[in-house]
T-cell receptor, first 113, second 115 residues
């Protein structure tokens, strides 16, 4: 069964460093998403991406964040200058259409020291 | 603003028994979608069940069913004949076209199944 994959599973970085979180969505999906979950809190929407552009973003997704689909398979989330409060689990998701089930990846745990 | 509330941080159920997880939401929309996702320990979230708000009939998926009360904005999940593999974190989620397909999640309910 096709699934969303994410790498790395755990990323440790120093405050102020740039990180890139990688996701491989399900191959025939057209809609891509990033969510994050700070420990003990709810899963929060960051951004949705369709047709090679951002279709929606939340207040969390400020200028420090960017997304890219550099090739036909990868979908990346970049944080330019990480802050302590960026420490969280980051989930990638994809879907075949709007309002369809979103398939989630296993997450990347980001720890900012 | 859309909010999703899960008032039970933790629940437990005896194996083979039935448990109900609560979820309420707040929206001014009339047409939307509701989901229950399951997240086993150290594994990714998977969809358990989906409900379209325009459908009056409650969704059912094998041992999983929902009690959708649109007027009360309530969307509870019932798990019948609980199995050890049902132990997980369960998230309720809301989705509507005006939210740009983003999901709004509750804080989750951690379900323990007691053998």
């Amino acid at each position: 069964e096709p699934e969303v994959t994410q790498t790395p599973s755990h990323q440790v970085t120093q405050m102020g460093q740039e990180v890139i979180l990688r996701c491989v969505p399900i191959s025939n999906h057209l809609y891509f998403y990033w969510y994050r979950q700070i420990l003990g809190q709810k899963v929060e929407f960051l951004v949705s991406f369709y047709n090679n552009e951002i279709s929606e973003k939340s207040e969390i997704f400020d200028d420090q964040f960017s997304v890219e689909r550099p090739d036909g398979s990868n979908f990346t989330l970049k944080i330019r200058s990480t802050k302590l409060e960026d420490s969280a689990m980051y989930f990638c998701a994809s879907s075949g259409g709007p309002f369809n089930e979103q398939f989630f990846g296993p997450g990347t745990r980001l720890t900012v020291l | 603003a859309q909010t999703v509330t899960q008032s039970q941080p933790e629940m437990s159920v005896q194996e083979a028994e039935t448990v109900t997880l609560s979820c309420t939401y707040d929206t001014s929309e009339s047409d939307y979608y509701l989901f229950w996702y399951k997240q086993p320990p150290s594994r990714q979230m998977i969809l358990v069940i989906r409900q379209e708000a325009y459908k009056q009939q409650n969704a059912t998926e094998n041992r999983f069913s929902v009690n959708f009360q649109k007027a009360a904005k309530s969307f509870s999940l019932k798990i019948s004949d609980s199995q050890l593999g049902d132990a997980a974190m369960y998230f309720c989620a809301y989705n509507h076209v005006n939210t740009g397909n983003q999901f709004y999640f509750g804080t989750g309910t951690s379900l323990t199944v007691i053998p």
